[in-house]
């Protein structure tokens, strides 16, 4: 398990590095390698060329920006995990790292690895296109946004064109008071691809109506998905009706099969977890308020 | 493992033309994805040379391409079998080309059989990477008709 | 590609080609063959070494990737020849290990986590290990070495008390942020 | 030949394990950390077809790579070397490390280049070509035992290996006398023990001296033998370095294939060859699968649940070739009724070929998925009466008063008292609080479930499988050894035959050799000699080296002892039993006159003229020792197999959401009987690993072949190991029960959590689902598979 040759090449500015990925085809951008490197020693990946990103001082950081949580490209995942700021401005994102490999690979794994890396049950997606996050793509004409939605195309797949470098997630951050959270996961280790994954978040209002809620799933098709949840705006809606709503929500999902899981599994616990997740966030953004 | 396949797509084409184009090497080269070359071994048999490349997965292949049960200009089967670093795989599918307005209805079904290195470590992307590849034929397809379309008119 | 590593607190040099991961370079430059290479994906952990006092995979990073780090492995523990740390003795007491071939990566994983949490719970140390595979031991004596390594550093620290994450050497690189 | 010494002071008692010292620093020696000067580096070009006849390989390309110094394919290989041994009498078929000819499963190895870095030769497997032309494959083991199947081999003419009934006692009649009688299947996936360490060898063949040095991650008995046979060479021209530490072995570190491979370039090629496989090859084909077993069973009880008699077919899947696999389903025998008093056995053991790797031994040696079959017969009779699972048990097992107990397949069993274990147990556990804590669960909406298991390990290990199953095999010794050297100085040397993968042997030696000479074990060195010093030994496998190293070392240091004694006696003009030996020094208690250990050294390294007349100098004894109990060829379809039989009870209280169905373990109690125990840490480790191999293969570990024959679990992110969130804590409870047949009354440990775990977790997810009317007969349970279960159960109730 011994990677193809390839030349490694470590740019000083995110120009540079466009530059590089834009002149050669067979260029592929590492950062943390946690995905990429396994890729690379069984030679599912064979670049000519490594482009690392990871130590331009430019994509490591987490800054809030307005109403958005920016966390740079090369941002360890345990930065992440261990920033007071993300904690407090994305809840949701917190409650997702625990579940993210495992210590010592988000020790060095990165939120843009993860994200460039599109894998269908990974859980940074997840939350990005949960909340409808916005992928900061470089490239040599100049920085650009893509919607999560439209960024994850399928396993390994996304819509990064030769030439372009994710560079940021942009979160949106809730303004609301009252804001909750619920995050669920199966897996048959903990440490192990979601069979299924959902993450909730709700917002409240003084009253305790809903004002605001996104549920996402991922694991169980070819990348995550958003349901419509906005049925659940505007009222206080019970178990029974959560469960509803999310069960017909839920047909949109395609579930894959493999020797882990059943298509069947995934799709029943994907509405299980989904209302866990949103009971979750109700009870989180209930008790907020107190 | 088993992959199966099947969709159908509309290209701006006479039924005629198309068929042409899915019979001409040249045609073929530029819109199979990763494709480097093909050689002709006999009539309506190719060897074929790939480079494949999604995301992050890429190799190469050596394999070859052959035609049958043709009924010029509606249908025919193609056998695909290859083989690389990645693994091997063969398959068949079945074409059948029915007029759609300005356009023909492309019909594509069939099934093919991976296996080695991506059978197992790669099943949980094979299924989505070869309807990428697909995707990307029929883009490429479409491209080669609306460019000669665009000459025409030119 | 020449590379100039950091471990142990020796600058070591080495020529090695880009596709060269940290794990072969100290095994096979280095010869610091206390890592093992177990699964070589990212699984199994018998590969971890510190890298800025954070446990890492080192067969997931290419050497060319590890200049200007703080490597520790697992020959940079004893304090001295024939001394053991008290976390490796804390092994050698509950028995730890049977093969040793985990070993040296599960030490690896814990001494980052004591660095950090002086008071860790069970939990702590069952996170803190998971990505750690052991075949012989059913981890439940690994977890009691950690458990009676906490218990005695906390001890040996006790004078000085407070020793808690933020002071903690293993902080996050903050330089690169 | 027992011989209790009254008071232990060393055995059993709390000390280090010595081998843990090297391993906490990063100083154990493993084969890749061995570096031989000009040594090059093997990759291998695996098959990526079930079954093909190989048209062609083409390896012009790959030489021309840089570094690339050879390619050897099975074809040249086979001209050389002797096919690989056969353990059963199946001479067409045929096994080289590499395919001649034909592929017989995706994986197995094809064409091995070598080059001057492993990188380099992986850059060359790439450019080998090779033309295949698919053959029909055979996956399914019911399939492959029919007429019409594909033929792994054809010239064997059948794909079954191995088909053999025995019938132990009026089994018929037994059946036709009793009241009632129920069958089941149940299937033991494809599972192994994996370590984390994968095979690796370095060969080196120096012409000029006709020696082969082998350094191997081995745990294999007559490995040298092997070698020599296959390679044609001279047995003492092999010379294998038993100073490697194993990372990890539990049965699977054969590697002869690997072995005879290198052995064979290092000879052409002229320079030192390793090869350590890489996770890929060694899940594919390296000796990594285990057994993959169906069971039918059917047993016939009375209305108080004593079973009287059982009729069992196991079929197990060996893969493409014999290895030593068929004889897994041998070793089971020497315990086919498990702890109970079945007083008649049909066993039809049948071994299938496959387009599958190779199985290869693994721990239990194919006992593991036999007790999980008896065990899951147990629950279904006390759940077919109505009855306690424990209270069915307890009538079954085998007294305390009844042993040595004669079972109908010819083994004694040496010594046990299953109550007292399990009431033990019970109560340490509050067995009653443990089911009022189920309902509980219940009651809030979990499934949950008790499981019960009680298993008997087998320890000791002979090979009296052998002989049962291939009448031209005639071993009836399986002998281990121990030579202790007392130096001039006075320090003890003790040598001792194997390689360590774990089991702590080292310890093992010098706290025996310590206990009999009265010496700190720790100041007692132990040496491993390479093969050619070495004494005869048949590895650790087998649960063996308690019972035969330990009592190896045991006869050695008596014997040491006596000579001790034999010449202070002579000192002293007293017979050898009238003087008395105490912590090195030996005294006369008539006259008070002490010789002390360096008086004796003295005496035994320079003073010829003060020995004993007749006694050779120097201070060094040997002792080979013979498996206790096992003297005789088997008579009848009968053998004495293992001499000793731990036993352990497993009590599991498992949870689990309907849904989700992800089980949890609440609450795991062993109770653990492996007689007198010399390393509490060593029995410790042993006992909790066994159980997180059996909760794995139980859970989570199966090596899975999709219908076209490909294998889909190549990797550690498709079979998965547990880890430590997945291991309960376990809480274990003693009992000693002494062997009479060994030296201290020690039995085996090395197996039993692997015997009982999958029993245990299995039996306790199906009483969580019993309400529903719905069981799972097949391992591993995944989470999905019982969510669906449920679902399904669920859905026709409602339905």
């Known amino acids: ?77 345990v930065q992440v995990e261990r920033s007071a700021a993300a904690q407090q401005a994305l809840p949701l994102l917190a409650r997702a790292l625990p579940w993210v490999g495992h210590p010592p690979t988000r020790n060095r794994g990165t939120v843009g690895g993860s994200v460039a890396h599109a894998d269908p049950s990974a859980e940074i997606p997840l939350v990005a296109v949960t909340l409808a996050a916005e ?74 109506q809903c004002i605001e809620a996104a549920l996402g799933i991922g694991g169980v098709g070819d990348r995550a998905v958003r349901l419509d949840v906005s049925g659940l705006i505007g009222g206080r809606p019970d178990k029974t009706a959560i469960v509803e709503l999310v069960r017909d929500a839920s047909q949109v999902l395609e579930a894959t099969s493999d020797l882990h899981a059943s298509a069947d599994y995934r799709m029943r616990v994907a509405v299980t977890l989904g209302v866990r997740a949103l009971e979750d966030a109700f009870r989180d953004a209930q008790g907020g308020a107190q | 493992m088993k992959l199966d396949i099947g969709g159908s797509e509309t290209i701006p084409a006479p039924v005629d033309a198309l068929w042409v184009a899915l019979n001409d090497p040249a045609v073929l080269i530029r819109c199979i994805p990763g494709c480097k070359s093909m050689t002709e071994t006999s009539p309506d048999a190719y060897k074929v040379e790939m480079q494949l490349r999604v995301a992050a997965v890429g190799g190469s292949f050596e394999g070859a391409i052959s035609l049958s049960d043709k009924d010029a200009p509606k249908s025919c089967n193609i056998q695909v079998s290859g083989s690389g670093s990645l693994g091997h795989g063969n398959g068949t599918a079945r074409f059948d080309l029915e007029p759609e307005g300005d356009g023909t209805k492309l019909t594509y079904k069939g099934n093919g059989e991976i296996g080695g290195l991506v059978a197992g470590v790669g099943q949980r992307i094979l299924m989505s990477v070869s309807k990428h590849l697909i995707g990307r034929f029929f883009v490429a397809l479409r491209k080669e008709f609306e460019a000669s379309a665009s000459k025409g008119v030119a | 590609m020449k590379v100039s590593l950091n471990v142990n607190g020796r600058t070591r040099e080495a020529e090695v080609e880009p596709r060269k991961t940290l794990l072969d370079t100290l095994r096979e430059d280095l010869s610091l063959v206390g890592s093992h290479a177990g699964c070589e994906h990212g699984v199994c952990g018998a590969c971890t070494i510190l890298l800025d006092g954070e446990p890492v ?44 071939y985990c070993t040296p990566g599960m030490i690896l994983a814990a001494q980052a986590l004591l660095q950090r949490v002086t008071e860790p719970s069970r939990e702590d140390i069952v996170d803190a290990i998971s990505g750690n595979i052991c075949r012989c031991t059913g981890y439940g004596q690994i977890v009691e070495a950690i458990e009676l390594a906490a218990e005695r550093l906390r001890q040996v620290n006790m004078p000085r008390s407070s020793a808690n994450a933020d002071n903690a050497p293993a902080a996050p690189h903050g330089d690169r942020s | 030949m027992t011989a209790h010494p009254p008071r232990l002071k060393f055995v059993s008692s709390n000390r280090r394990v010595r081998e843990d010292r090297r391993f906490v620093v990063g100083q154990g020696r493993y084969v890749a950390d061995i570096v031989v000067d000009e040594m090059l580096h093997v990759a291998i070009v695996p098959s990526q077809h079930p079954a093909a006849r190989i048209v062609s390989i083409d390896t012009s390309q790959a030489l021309t790579m840089p570094g690339v110094v050879y390619a050897l394919t099975g074809e040249e290989l086979a001209k050389a070397v002797d096919p690989l041994m056969n353990g059963l009498d199946t001479p067409k078929v045929r096994r080289y490390p590499l395919a001649v000819g034909q592929v017989r499963y995706a994986g197995e190895w094809v064409v091995a280049v070598v080059a001057e870095s492993r990188a380099q030769a992986e850059d060359a497997i790439e450019k080998v070509r090779i033309e295949y032309e698919p053959l029909p494959y055979v996956i399914d083991a019911e399939e492959a035992i029919t007429a019409a199947s594909a033929k792994v081999h054809p010239e064997h003419g059948t794909n079954v290996l191995l088909d053999r009934t025995f019938v132990w006692g009026e089994v018929d009649r037994h059946f036709a006398e009793s009241p009632r009688h129920l069958k089941f299947q149940v299937k033991w996936g494809r599972n192994s023990t994996v370590p984390i360490e994968t095979f690796g060898v370095v060969a080196k063949w120096d012409p000029w001296r006709e020696m082969l040095d082998v350094w191997a991650s081995i745990q294999m008995p007559k490995y040298p033998d092997q070698i020599s046979r296959a390679l044609r060479i001279p047995a003492n021209n092999v010379r294998v370095h038993h100073d490697v530490d194993v990372g990890g072995s539990y049965g699977v570190k054969r590697g002869i294939k690997q072995t005879v491979l290198v052995s064979h370039l290092s000879r052409i090629i002229g320079r030192p060859v390793r090869l350590i496989e890489d996770r890929l090859e060694n899940m594919r ?129 040496d010594s046990g008292d299953y109550h007292t274990v399990v009431d033990k147990v019970l109560r340490h556990a509050d067995y009653d609080a443990l089911v009022r804590e189920r ?80 010496i700190d074990p720790d100041k007692i060195r132990i040496v491993r000699p390479d093969s050619l010093a070495s004494l005869p030994s048949n590895t650790p496998v087998g649960s063996r080296m308690a019972i035969m190293m330990g009592g190896a070392c045991y006869h050695a240091a008596q014997k040491l002892k006596s000579k001790l004694t034999q010449i202070a006696a002579h000192q002293f003009g007293v017979a050898e039993n009238d003087a008395v030996y105490a912590q090195g020094n030996v005294t006369d208690p008539r006259s008070g006159k002490t010789l002390s250990w360096i008086d004796l050294v003295n005496i035994g390294h320079r003073q010829y003229h003060a020995l004993p007349p007749g006694m050779d100098p120097g201070l060094e004894t040997t002792h080979v020792m013979q498996v206790p109990t096992a003297t005789k060829l088997p008579e009848d379809g009968r053998v004495q197999m293992y001499p000793c039989h731990s036993f352990e009870f497993h009590l599991v209280l498992v949870a689990f959401d309907p849904e989700i169905a992800k089980p949890q373990i609440r609450r795991y109690v062993i109770g653990h009987d492996c007689g007198t125990v010399i390393n509490p840490h060593i029995v410790k480790g042993m006992t909790l690993g066994g159980i997180a191999h059996g909760l794995g293969a139980t859970l989570l570990e199966e090596f899975v072949y999709d219908d076209e024959g490909q294998i889909l679990t190549q990797t550690f992110m498709d079979y998965l190991l547990p880890s430590s969130h997945e291991m309960p804590d376990v809480e274990i409870v003693h009992h000693c029960t002494p062997s009479p047949f060994t030296v201290f009354g020690q039995k085996g440990s090395g197996e039993s959590g692997y015997l009982g775990a999958p029993a245990a977790i299995s039996g306790a997810i199906n009483d969580a689902v019993s309400s529903l009317g719905i069981s799972f007969s097949r391992l591993p349970i995944r989470i999905a598979a019982i969510s669906d279960a449920i679902a399904a159960a669920d859905k026709i109730k409602k339905g």
């Open chain 1, 135 to 208: 992928i900061e793509i470089t490239n040599p004409d100049g920085v650009s946004t893509m919607p999560a939605d439209d960024f994850f195309i399928g396993p390994m797949l996304t819509a990064v064109m030769p030439g372009d470098c994710v560079t940021a997630v942009r979160f949106p951050i809730w303004r609301h008071a009252r804001v909750g959270t619920g995050f669920h996961e199966v897996s048959a280790r903990q440490s192990d691809f979601a069979f299924v994954a959902a993450a909730a978040q709700i917002a409240l209002d003084d009253n305790g």
């Open chain 3, 57 to 100: 995979r080192s067969c997931l990073m290419f050497a060319a990737q590890a200049d200007g780090y703080a490597i520790t492995t697992i020959e940079g523990l004893a304090p001295a020849p024939g001394e053991l740390s008290v976390l490796q003795d804390a092994f050698c007491e509950t028995h730890g290990m049977q093969c040793g």
């Open chain 4, 285 to 413: 084909a390296g000796d990594a699968h285990g057994p993959e077993r169906l069971f039918d069973v059917e047993v016939a009880f009375n209305d108080r649940g004593i079973v009287k008699s059982m009729k069992m077919r196991a079929l197990d899947n060996v893969g493409a070739y014999a290895g030593r696999s068929p004889f897994q389903l041998g070793k089971p025998i020497g315990a086919i009724v498990g702890p109970y008093k079945i007083e008649s056995v049909q066993y039809r053991a049948i071994a299938t070929l496959s387009n599958k790797a190779a199985q290869e031994a693994v721990r239990g040696f194919g006992q593991s998925p036999t007790n999980y079959a008896i065990e899951t017969a147990i629950d279904k009779v006390a759940g077919a009466l109505g009855l306690d699972r424990i209270e069915v048990r307890r009538r079954n097992f085998i007294r305390s008063d009844e042993f040595p107990y004669l079972i109908p397949s010819g083994t004694h069993y």
């Open chain 4, 439 to 518: 309902d509980a669960l219940r009651a809030s909406g979990m499934m949950a479930g008790i499981g019960i298991a009680a298993c008997l390990e087998p320890s000791g290990g002979n090979s009296s499988f052998e002989p049962l199953l291939n009448e031209k095999n005639t071993t009836t010794t399986w002998m281990d050894s121990c030579r202790i050297n007392i130096d001039g100085v006075g320090f003890v040397t003790v040598a001792i035959h194997t390689t360590s993968s774990g089991q702590g042997h080292e310890t093992l030696a010098a706290t025996v050799v310590g206990e009999v000479l009265e």
């Open chain 1, 1 to 77: 398990m011994k990677p193809a040759p390839f030349e490694y090449v470590r740019p000083g500015s995110i120009a540079e590095a466009c530059e590089l990925l834009a002149a050669d085809e067979d260029a592929r951008v590492i950062s943390g390698g946690q995905t990429l490197v396994p890729m690379l020693a069984m030679r599912l990946a064979r670049p000519a060329r490594l482009v690392d990103i990871y130590r331009l001082p430019e994509l490591n950081g987490i800054r809030i920006d307005g109403d958005v949580l920016a966390i740079g490209a090369t941002t360890r995942q």
